[in-house]
């Protein structure tokens, strides 16, 4: 990818070799530095979404509310499997696994009659430890290998949730009450989405932090040479597992809610399909960006929706078409793309850029 | 003065391959040591020792009186040992200006749990090292270039950038591998003027690597060469040079 990411300079100057095709392929993969929009423009928009935000479960039904929750749902995870992969650069197949640990801790949590925040927090605590141990061999591993290691996690999740009976019911799942506290006024709806949308600013915060600075220098280094990463002072091996915990916390965070959106959880809920959305969703976002976890999981809420209206076969194919796609011809993912159409709007925007 | 650098009988060897026979060396504070040789004669092998990429099967390398081989690669790093690669260690989808940020990891503070809770302290140190940086890239004339990918740079600045990176840091003891390859002869004089008044200013010890004679005598202290792997000469880079062993090492003896 970084031989063809030169070729845009070295011909830019050049009329001839500008061509049809080949001007469109290379807009699409330019690298392009996230948007840098002045102080106030960033707070204005920030505050604005924000207040859409709060107001979308007061003004629309259950079920518009319940597929926003999802987006953020999913968003909790691809901000955190970005983290791991994008900008650490370790693939992991198995994110699934973490989700139905998470999902599972709540509804656990909850027969035994625990507060949902309190449960939620489960939810994230106990997938970093199972994370942290099991990125402890397994990041020694690299590439393809670590990609089976994932994968066999996410393929043996639901025979594991059955087998697991005395915690997990086995095939005939666990009932959850997701109904608010009696001091809270709100639907169920309603209630699981603020849980969610303070979850997801919480994660895009603290994903944002961790992408920038020292640390996320470190992440990219590991990535693009793990050998000069050393050299420079990076601890590669604990970098690597930090990440893979703090990933599995959030898709941990997000079952957790997943599971208290939906009252249920069950064995069939955390297929290998799940995993590959996640993947989907953090290629089509864009890997190694912040927002793209927010356009990735719009996408992977909407679109799998829209064509299984036209054959219910077609969501696992969309998922394959589409990464195939945006892995040759849109590599910065929606948010390059997005990238791409705002910079030379917002560079117009008068007022200085915030450091 | 104490030696920064000790490098003591080190062996290592690759199958039935001797790269290093008992080379021994020391560095110090302030000074420039040359490390010359034909291809081949161990020099990139006797680095990667010192900064751990090799771990040589007996001898001692010693960074601040500190064994170092077998410690942790960023460990070493950690001591202060500052490393530019012969064929470039740069984080290719970076930009000039990340790939020497990058550089100041092992020499700044900043943890997990401080940069998610984005402490006072980690914005500071991350002002401080962007103004630093940008000076750096100022002084080694790269400041053009550094919003640009260094995947569209060509190969002599690459080098300067991997200098910059590596000085970011503030080793205490800098490996310098080749940089001047692939230098125009007047970037040759900038970086040898920049080698001498990091060693004399800030008192690092350099350890260079360099087929190009003249930076070799313009700013070596000291000039040690190598030859399949053995220390055949060591002292002033003039007499050195003159060395009639030296020069059959490198040209070949009459047949």
Redesign the interface.
């Given at each position: 990818?970084?031989?063809t990411?030169?070729r845009p300079?070295?011909t830019s100057g050049g009329g001839t070799t500008r061509r049809g095709g080949g001007t469109v392929a290379e807009w699409l993969r330019r690298?392009r530095?996230p948007l840098a929009p002045p102080r106030w423009l960033a707070v204005l928009s920030t505050v604005g979404a924000a207040a859409a935000l709060l107001v979308v479960p007061l003004v629309n039904p259950s079920y518009v509310n319940l597929t926003v929750t999802l987006v953020m749902v999913w968003t909790i995870v691809g901000l955190g499997l970005n983290l791991l992969v994008g900008f650490g650069g370790q693939v992991s197949l198995g994110h699934s696994a973490f989700f139905a640990i998470g999902a599972y801790a709540v509804a656990v949590a909850g027969e035994a009659g625990w507060a949902q925040p309190a449960a939620l927090l489960v939810a994230g605590v106990v997938p970093f430890v199972v994370g942290y141990a099991i990125g402890l061999p397994a990041l020694r591993l690299h590439g393809l290998q670590l990609g089976l290691v994932t994968l066999a996690l996410a393929m043996a999740t639901p025979a594991a949730i059955r087998a697991f009976e005395p915690l997990t019911h086995g095939s005939r799942g666990i009932g959850i009450d997701g109904t608010p506290p009696a001091w809270v006024p709100l639907d169920h709806d309603q209630w699981v989405y603020y849980l969610a949308l303070a979850a997801a600013s919480l994660g895009y915060v603290?994903t944002r932090?961790?992408a920038r600075?020292?640390?996320g220098?470190?992440f990219?280094?590991v990535r693009?040479?793990e050998?000069?990463a050393?050299?420079?002072?990076?601890?590669?091996w604990q970098t690597k597992t930090?990440l893979f915990a703090t990933s599995a916390a959030y898709a941990g965070v997000a079952g957790g809610l997943y599971a208290l959106l939906l009252e249920f959880v069950g064995p069939e809920n955390f297929n290998l399909t799940l995993s590959i959305s996640f993947v989907t969703l953090i290629v089509v976002g864009g890997l190694a960006t912040v927002p793209g976890a927010v356009l990735g999981a719009i996408f992977v809420q909407y679109v799998p929706t829209l064509t299984s209206s036209i054959s219910p076969a077609a969501t696992g194919a969309t998922y394959g078409v589409v990464l195939i796609l945006f892995a040759f011809f849109v590599p910065h993912g929606l948010a390059g793309l997005a990238r791409a159409a705002l910079g030379p709007l917002v560079r117009r925007v008068p007022g200085r850029p915030k450091? | 003065m104490d030696a920064l650098l000790e490098v003591h009988d080190v062996h290592l060897s690759f199958g039935g391959l001797q790269a290093l026979d008992g080379p021994s060396l020391t560095v110090a504070d302030g000074e420039v040591v040359g490390l010359i040789g034909p291809n081949g004669a161990g020099k990139t092998s006797l680095f990667n020792c010192i900064?751990?990429?090799y771990r040589p099967q007996s001898g001692s390398v010693r960074v601040l009186g500190r064994e170092v081989a077998g410690l942790?690669?960023?460990r070493?790093?950690?001591l202060g040992v500052g490393?530019t690669?012969q064929n470039l260690?740069?984080?290719?989808?970076?930009?000039v200006l990340?790939n020497v940020?990058?550089?100041?990891?092992?020499?700044?503070r900043?943890g997990?749990w401080a940069?998610?809770l984005?402490l006072p302290d980690?914005r500071r140190?991350?002002?401080r090292l962007r103004a630093r940086a940008l000076e750096l890239l100022t002084e080694l004339d790269l400041a053009d270039v550094a919003?640009?990918?260094v995947?569209?740079l060509p190969f002599g600045t690459l080098k300067r950038i991997e200098l910059a990176?590596a000085l970011v840091?503030e080793p205490r003891l800098l490996l310098v591998d080749e940089p001047a390859n692939g230098l125009v002869h007047s970037e040759v004089a900038e970086l040898g003027a920049t080698l001498r008044r990091l060693a004399t200013d800030r008192g690092a010890a350099i350890l260079l690597v360099e087929h190009h004679m003249g930076l070799v005598t313009s700013v070596c202290d000291r000039v040690a060469v190598l030859d399949f792997g053995r220390l055949i000469a060591e002292g002033d880079p003039r007499e050195v040079a003159r060395d009639p062993q030296v020069v059959a090492a490198y040209l070949g003896t009459a047949a």
């Open positions: 990818m970084s031989t990411a030169t300079a070295r690298p530095p603290v932090r961790l600075g020292r640390l220098r470190s990219v280094a693009d040479a050998l000069v050393e050299t420079l002072g990076v601890n590669t930090r450091a | 900064n751990g990429l942790p690669r960023h070493i790093a950690g490393r690669f260690g740069l984080l290719a989808s970076q930009t990340e940020l990058a550089g100041a990891y092992h020499a700044t900043g997990w940069t998610v984005d980690v140190t991350e002002d919003g640009r990918p995947g569209t990176r840091g």
